[in-house]
């Protein structure tokens, strides 16, 4: 594995943690626990993060005349993205939410 693929897979890895600890992030602050829930949600963003860096390497290619060809792996990577990003922003919402209903 090389190149574009060695791409998508680290784009896919890091996403999909994101989107994992979003997710156990509204479990742990259903049970109360709203500071781990917070910790959650922040590891959650530096993985994003990481995803993002490896996203933005493909443009900067890109950018710089190197052509990036269709591959299905990069647009399901990308895919995985989008939806870590939703889950993340929903998830930040509604903790804020459990936090004034249980306030």
Known sequence: MEGLE???FEIISNVGMAKS???????VVRSGNY???E???SEAA???????H???SLIQKEAAGEKTEFSL???HAEDQMMSAEVIKSLAEEMIEMYKELKG
């Open 6 to 8: 060695l791409i998508a």
């Open 21 to 27: 600890l979003a997710i156990e992030a509204l479990r």
């Open 35 to 37: 500071a781990e829930g």
């Open 39 to 41: 910790e959650r949600l």
């Open 46 to 52: 530096k993985y994003l993060t990481e995803g993002h």
């Open 54 to 56: 490896a996203h933005t």
């Open 73 to 75: 792996m990069l647009m």
